[in-house]
């Protein structure tokens, strides 16, 4: 089956500073990889895919995230962070054994901006 | 707004009440979602209408119920629940693309519904 892995809880980071939320990935065959961003007392919201192609897709926001297939990664990054950015994050990734749609879901991890 | 209404906002219930949480999307879509978001714990699906097709989780207890009556609309019907069912209820919708496995539709959300259940 497939799933996504998101290793941290919390990830905290000085504005101004790059930031990196972490997401591996287990799958068989080609994996289709996403970002959603969930903001305080809202329902979550895209910001990014990966389907085929360059390893380095650009998003929302801001946002990009590097799919790396020898490590199974593909983590979100951002140059320089954004009060605005702190948020909580989830990873997810296409279900593609099933002629439904299903999107499968991270454990999220909440970003932290500091001032 | 993202076009992916749900309501209430909050319901707090007893484990022998009966309720249903209401989806509504005006987005055009052919297949809706139930999820469930408990802290620290990944998003869990619950069921899918797509195309005409339900699709479950083998492992959401019979006390959930969901309901399509046509593509904009999506209940879930629930009864007889457990404190351990408190948790946020995430509503969602997609365009699938007919005559095929779908492999990069993006999911609309709505805001969810707080459920406690005391």
């Known amino acids: 089956a497939q799933s996504v892995a998101q290793p941290e809880d919390q990830v905290n980071v000085a504005e101004g500073n790059p930031l990196t939320v972490k997401c591996t990935y287990s799958?068989?065959?080609?994996?289709?990889l996403f970002w959603y961003v969930q903001y305080p007392n809202r329902g979550l919201q895209f910001l990014l895919k990966?389907?085929?192609?360059?390893?380095l897709v650009k998003g929302s926001y801001g946002f990009e995230a590097e799919f790396n297939k020898s490590q199974t990664s593909f983590h979100l990054k951002k140059p320089s962070a954004l009060v605005s950015d702190s948020a909580l994050y989830f990873c997810?990734?296409?279900?593609?054994?099933?002629?439904?749609?299903?999107?499968?879901f991270g454990s999220g991890t909440r970003l932290s901006i500091r001032p | 707004e993202t076009g992916v209404t749900q309501t209430p906002r909050h319901l707090v219930m007893g484990m022998t009440n009966k309720k249903s949480l209401k989806c509504e999307q005006h987005?055009?879509?052919?297949?809706m979602y139930w999820y469930k978001q408990s802290a620290k714990k990944p998003l869990e699906l619950m069921f899918v209408?797509?195309?005409?097709?339900?699709?479950e989780n083998n492992s959401v207890p019979s006390r959930f119920s969901p309901e399509c009556p046509n593509s904009s609309h999506l209940f879930l019907h629930l009864h007889t629940l457990q404190p351990e069912d408190s948790a946020l209820y995430l509503c969602?919708?997609?365009?699938?693309?007919?005559?095929?496995?779908?492999?990069?539709?993006?999911?609309?959300f709505g805001s969810g519904t707080q459920l406690s259940v005391l």
């Open positions: 969602a919708s997609s365009q699938t693309p007919t005559g095929g496995v779908a492999t990069n539709e993006k999911l609309f």
């Open positions: 799958v068989s065959g080609n994996p289709y």
């Open positions: 990966y389907i085929t192609g360059d390893n």
């Open positions: 997810a990734v296409r279900d593609l054994y099933s002629s439904a749609s299903k999107i499968i």
């Open positions: 987005l055009g879509h052919n297949a």
């Open positions: 209408y797509s195309l005409e097709e339900r699709v």
